[in-house]
């Protein structure tokens, strides 16, 4: 798998959600040493049909918005020029806006998203931007109707606010399922972006991804970033692996 998902880059959240800046500037100092990372629209033109990238090539992608993108994550990838995408939350962009109520290990401060004014200044620098729905809510819980307008939604607000077509989609979590796909279809977008943890059947509306979590060393990156990854991740071997690998990281 080479199609990478973080979602916040943070110093002081203990969270499965939050690796550290360290750890993150490893990270990239290690891909762009080592990877050709591409633009997302790169990568899915040269996605084959099980959702696998040419061996070296790799994607990153962060979603949620949160608003620590500005200071730990574009500031790292102009250093490193490496380009990635971002998945924003449509409601958090209007003017009434909308808390970050998603997260199931919130920090003791209120987590905040990037802002509009904040959001165009990254389109300026050229991060790409696209859709993590309307307010990121479990999409396999809602009926047809609601799916559909969470998706909709989305992305008439980002077209309206970017000035361009928004095209990719992100299910919250990685949860989609046939209804949900189908409403990612009908709301205009050409792929909709998952997070597999057991085997799926990956499509345009299914591509895989792979998270990065606090405590992935270079190995761990390394081993995500091979086409080989999702298969033995979903193989009945991989908890031993898991185990000897933690053993050796760095």
Request: aromatic share 8%; hydrophobic share 40%; net charge negative.
């Amino acid at each position: 798998m080479s199609v990478l998902c973080y979602h916040a880059v943070d110093p002081c959240w203990s969270s499965p959600l939050a690796v550290t800046p360290e750890d993150f500037e490893v990270q990239l100092a290690w891909l762009a040493r080592t990877r050709d990372v591409v633009p997302l629209a790169v990568a899915l033109d040269h996605m084959d049909g099980r959702g696998r990238l040419p061996r070296g090539m790799v994607a990153l992608t962060f979603d949620d918005g949160f608003a620590q993108l500005e200071e730990h994550v574009f500031p790292a990838l102009a250093r490193h020029r490496l380009p990635a995408t971002v998945f924003l939350v449509a409601a958090t962009l209007t003017p009434e806006g909308q808390p970050v109520d998603w997260v199931d290990t919130p920090p003791q401060w209120p987590l905040e998203t990037l802002s509009v004014d904040q959001v165009l200044a990254a389109a300026e620098q050229g991060v790409d931007l696209q859709s993590h729905t309307w307010s990121h809510p479990r999409l396999t819980e809602l009926d047809a109707d609601e799916c559909r307008a969470e998706m909709s939604r989305s992305r008439e607000l980002l077209s309206d606010l970017l000035h361009r077509s928004v095209d990719h989609v992100a299910y919250p979590r990685g949860l989609h399922d046939a209804q949900a796909r189908r409403a990612a279809q009908e709301a205009g977008y050409t792929h909709g972006f998952a997070l597999p943890e057991s085997h799926e059947d990956p499509g345009p509306y299914a591509v895989p991804r792979v998270g990065v979590w606090p405590g992935n060393g270079t190995l761990a990156v390394r081993a995500k970033t091979m086409p080989e990854y999702l298969p033995v991740r979903h193989s009945r071997v991989f908890p031993a692996l898991r185990s000897v690998v933690r053993k050796v990281r760095p």
